[in-house]
């Protein structure tokens, strides 16, 4: 709802510029997908390196973190 009343006022403010915004918003978005999904995997890996890195400390016996 915010998106939508700041793109209106940028339409009434410029509208030319409110006009560009609003084609050139799906592309931007397609750009953003490669980034995106090497986000998700880094966040994996972190994940993996995380768990395999207190791994023995779990066989252990050691508690776990919420």
Known sequence: MLKLLL???LLVVSWP???V???AYPF???LSIPFRIVGV?????VEFVRA????PAR???G???A
């Open 28 to 30: 931007l978005w397609l």
């Open 52 to 55: 395999l890195f207190f791994l």
């Open 63 to 65: 508690r776990v973190r």
């Open 41 to 45: 995997v880094l966040e994996g890996l």
């Open 7 to 9: 793109w209106l006022l």
């Open 59 to 61: 066989l252990l016996g």
């Open 21 to 23: 915004a609003l084609v």
């Open 17 to 19: 510029l409110a006009i």
